[in-house]
């Protein structure tokens, strides 16, 4: 399993250039901290769990995100897994809709969202961020 917070190189670049238009979903697969790791100065208040850590991230960029005309789509708490061996594996899922790729690249270079993203590093231990076209026929 992957520790990784951030993007490789070649990551940020399959998707920054890939060809299809339009909305895009984000799955978020988040595992927390238990406690927050923050570094020293970093916040007044660091003494939280890793969650409320990332919760104040999640309240800060939940606003960008509308206000580029994105939406949280879906989220919840795995309980149970049913298929798989990964049973603590993720805290939380989360879909994000963005109205384009080029909206979700505009949030990342935004001022507001890098002053949120300290949140972010100090709750996070790992997650898996996944974009996806909206709309399947795998199922009907």
Known sequence: MSQKKQPSG??????????????????????????????????DDADVT????????????????????GRIVWSGQPEVVFIGDDGDLWDEVVVVEYPTRDAFLQM???????????????????????????GGDAIS
Do not use: W
Not at 23 to 41: E, P, S, T
């Open 50 to 69: 890793g969650r409320e850590a990332y919760l104040r991230y999640g309240a800060a960029v939940g606003k960008i995100v509308a206000g580029l005309g």
């Open 10 to 43: 070649a990551q940020m670049r399959d998707f920054r250039d890939h060809p299809r238009k339009g909305a895009i979903h984000m799955i978020n697969l988040l595992k927390f901290h238990d406690r927050a790791q923050y570094q020293a100065g970093e916040t």
């Open 108 to 134: 990342i270079a935004m001022p507001e969202y890098h002053a949120a993203h300290v949140h972010r590093e100090a709750g996070l231990a790992h997650q898996q961020l996944i974009q996806c076209r909206p």
